[in-house]
């Protein structure tokens, strides 16, 4: 495996591991984003097979022993699995999730106790500041969340505007249409009535980059492309619940 590194907000990396075997011809990418400080961050640990080539890669811009938290948007393998093998390799590091994800998992899965951080908590880590926000059932999880950069307006998105390819490591086109496409063939979201409504609340933060788990970051109108995206999951919604009434669900 080949992870490559970019830079694509100051000071925040994005780790990408290419698999073409997901989805062909297309293919599919994993993607860790290190942010740097006083005590770095990684947001995503990536799966377990995929630990040596993101180590690799990471030590191309520090230390591994250099990293102080590592957190997720949920607990899931390619979120998650590699979690114990960072903290082998980073003595000081902890791990940080919110409440439920604690609760139901880290606490017996991680090596370490972690962090617990409640709906907008903030880790500053010198230099800059993470911000945790609960995104339960957001595309899929009930521990789901994800965390804002504030300084340089960086969200990220965890599994939201999942994509298939490997075109850009950044963009300013369009996020938007490759995300539905994928949802259309994956159906991974737990749609749900708050949906939207959960997407609107972080397009209030105004992110200025947008850096995806699965597909190229987006530098640009972060908060058009959520109002987009939770427009789109409000007409799923609605047209499942209209499936129901009808008796049409499969």
């Given at each position: 495996?080949?992870?490559?590194?970019?830079e694509?907000?100051?000071?925040?990396?994005?780790?990408?591991?290419?698999?073409p075997?997901?989805?062909?011809?297309?293919?599919?990418?994993?993607?860790?984003?290190?942010?740097?400080g006083?005590?770095?961050?990684?947001?995503?640990?990536g799966?377990?097979?995929?630990?040596?080539?993101?180590?690799?890669?990471?030590?191309?811009?520090?230390?591994?022993?250099?990293?102080?938290?590592?957190?997720?948007?949920?607990?899931?393998?390619?979120?998650?699995?590699?979690?114990?093998?960072?903290?082998?390799?980073?003595?000081?590091?902890?791990?940080?999730?919110?409440?439920?994800?604690?609760?139901?998992?880290?606490?017996?899965?991680?090596?370490?106790?972690?962090?617990?951080l409640?709906?907008?908590?903030?880790?500053?880590?010198?230099?800059?500041?993470?911000?945790?926000?609960?995104?339960?059932?957001?595309?899929?999880?009930?521990?789901?969340?994800?965390?804002?950069?504030?300084?340089?307006?960086?969200?990220?998105?965890?599994?939201?505007?999942?994509?298939?390819?490997?075109?850009?490591?950044?963009?300013?086109?369009d996020?938007?249409?490759?995300?539905?496409?994928a949802?259309?063939?994956?159906?991974?979201?737990?749609?749900?009535?708050?949906?939207?409504?959960?997407?609107?609340?972080?397009?209030?933060l105004?992110?200025?980059?947008?850096?995806?788990?699965?597909?190229?970051?987006?530098?640009?109108?972060?908060?058009?492309?959520?109002?987009?995206?939770?427009?789109?999951?409000?007409?799923?919604?609605?047209?499942?619940?209209?499936?129901?009434?009808?008796?049409?669900?499969?």
């Amino acid at each position: 495996m080949d992870t490559k590194i970019s830079e694509i907000a100051d000071g925040i990396y994005r780790l990408s591991t290419y698999v073409p075997d997901i989805a062909p011809p297309a293919g599919f990418t994993f993607n860790q984003f290190l942010v740097l400080g006083d005590e770095p961050l990684m947001f995503h640990t990536g799966l377990r097979k995929m630990f040596s080539s993101n180590l690799d890669a990471l030590k191309r811009v520090i230390p591994p022993e250099r990293l102080r938290w590592i957190a997720f948007g949920h607990f899931e393998a390619d979120e998650c699995g590699a979690m114990n093998e960072w903290l082998a390799v980073a003595p000081q590091a902890t791990p940080a999730h919110g409440h439920t994800g604690c609760m139901v998992s880290l606490s017996d899965f991680a090596d370490r106790a972690p962090r617990q951080l409640g709906d907008g908590d903030v880790i500053d880590i010198g230099g800059k500041r993470v911000r945790f926000i609960d995104t339960p059932h957001t595309p899929h999880g009930w521990d789901a969340g994800v965390l804002f950069e504030e300084t340089t307006g960086t969200l990220m998105c965890g599994d939201l505007f999942t994509q298939l390819g490997d075109d850009h490591a950044l963009t300013g086109g369009d996020v938007v249409g490759p995300a539905i496409a994928a949802e259309d063939i994956f159906k991974y979201s737990s749609l749900n009535p708050a949906m939207g409504a959960t997407i609107r609340r972080l397009s209030a933060l105004a992110p200025r980059t947008l850096a995806l788990m699965h597909g190229p970051s987006f530098a640009g109108d972060g908060a058009s492309a959520l109002r987009a995206l939770a427009d789109d999951y409000d007409r799923r919604v609605s047209e499942q619940m209209r499936a129901v009434l009808l008796g049409e669900a499969a």
